[in-house]
């Protein structure tokens, strides 16, 4: 039988760190909140964008962007988006078995302090580090894409991907590679961003005659970088929901099993203390008897 | 015709209107029913919409717009409803990106791009108010 002082101080660091995950679980929901909210909102101009582009792009059969341009795949770059901090469950895991699972030759650039941590470890190649925090500036997402847009240029790395936690819902964030360059699909990432009610999209369904103002290609030319930065933006903002959401979650399983172990330990705390008392009173009743 | 305006934030206008004067950067274009499909480039101004007769008008920084059957859709940084424009606030806003852009030499290039697009878009605020206490 443990004795009584042990099991006090034990009950007393359990109710500690209930409290503490209590808290941060409630953190952790009002900012999943916001970042939802921003996630979602950002959603329409995502997909009128790609609409946008879809009409130059299925109108121009002359361009010919590097954007546009399918070239063998020797080596994929991917923009690795991670929390920068921990206790999210089993988030950022995911990712890195995603990547563990695949044999090509990659070149990383990183978003998030425990991508860089892992990166690092597992001796991957590691191009770049950027830091954004949780308000997550555009201007700095902006940067990333850019320094990715100059390595797939310059031929460094044929494809450029963004590999992060998308957000479903509050308790399922699915590991997702998201390619950026070439661009590809944009039908189906316009339905998709619409949302699940509305009709699939088609860009071929009007085939009039397109005006073009100033001309296509220097549309194309601002629409282009504006589009990949914004899809990395997007997806750097799912990003964070996941994390607020996933870490969310493993507080309030946290904060579950401190409660359940508070409870056994109470039990475990008045039956000693029971026995205890029914010791002294036996004692005291041989003394007096012997008497 | 159906118009709706949309920035990252989100979508600041939507209604059918019966036409559209817009700032592109050649020139404004006016949008009426009929129009043929057009994809633009927009800088920051003012877009006048007009609605059975009455008009009004939001400023709008740099975006793009297209016009597909009859639906025009504008896609911009940032818009904002002529009444919703608080002068002072601009101003300020305007003065604090200007003082930034003081000190070039220490920004990126993605940084003084946003700035000028701010400063460009307070810009067509201010205008656009001062035009209407006239």
Excluded at chain 2, 56 to 71: P, R, T, W
């Amino acid at each position: 039988m443990p004795n009584l002082r042990e099991i006090r101080r034990r009950i007393k660091s359990v109710k500690n760190t209930r409290q503490i995950t209590k808290a941060m679980e409630l953190v952790a929901a009002s900012k999943m909140k916001k970042a939802q909210q921003s996630a979602l909102s950002g959603q329409p101009y995502a997909a009128l964008l790609a609409e946008t582009l879809s009409h130059i792009a299925t109108r121009i059969e002359e361009v010919e962007h590097p954007f546009f341009e399918e070239r063998e795949v020797k080596t994929r770059g991917i923009i690795m988006v991670t929390t920068n901090r921990g206790l999210c469950g089993p988030l950022n895991s995911n990712l890195f078995r995603e990547v563990m699972k695949s044999d090509d030759a990659m070149k990383f650039v990183s978003v998030g302090r425990k991508g860089k941590q892992f990166l690092s470890r597992s001796s991957r190649e590691l191009l770049a580090d950027f830091e954004i925090d949780d308000s997550v500036p555009y201007v700095k997402v902006k940067q990333v894409t850019e320094f990715m847009i100059e390595k797939y240029l310059s031929g460094e790395v044929d494809t450029v991907e963004i590999m992060y936690p998308r957000f479903v819902n509050v308790l399922t964030q699915a590991p997702t590679v998201a390619k950026l360059l070439p661009i590809r699909g944009l039908d189906e990432m316009i339905t998709e961003l619409r949302g699940k009610d509305a009709e699939p999209y088609e860009s071929s369904a009007d085939d009039r005659n397109f005006v073009f103002e100033p001309d296509p290609v220097s549309i194309l030319n601002s629409l282009l970088p504006l589009f990949v930065d914004r899809q990395a933006y997007q997806a750097i903002l799912s990003a964070r929901a996941s994390e607020h959401s996933a870490r969310m979650v493993a507080m309030k399983t946290a904060k579950d099993n401190a409660t359940k172990l508070l409870d056994s330990l109470t039990l475990q705390f008045n039956k000693a203390r029971q026995a205890a008392i029914t010791q002294e009173i036996l004692e005291i009743a041989a003394a007096t008897s012997q008497d | 015709m159906n118009l709706e305006i949309v920035t990252p934030e989100a979508r600041v206008y939507e209604d059918t209107v019966d036409g559209v004067v817009m700032p592109t950067t050649s020139g404004e274009i006016d949008i009426l029913p009929g129009h043929i499909p057009i994809v633009t480039e927009i800088q920051a101004g003012e877009i006048v919409v007009e609605q059975s007769g009455q008009k009004q008008s939001l400023a709008i920084s740099k975006g793009f717009a297209q016009c597909v059957g009859d639906k025009i859709s504008i896609l911009a940084e940032n818009a904002i409803h002529i009444d919703e424009i608080d002068e002072s606030a601009v101003e300020e806003a305007q003065k604090r990106a200007e003082e930034a852009l003081a000190t070039m030499d220490k920004m990126s290039d993605e940084e003084i791009a946003m700035l000028e697009t701010q400063i460009s878009y307070a810009r067509a605020q201010l205008i656009l108010k001062q035009k209407t206490k006239r």
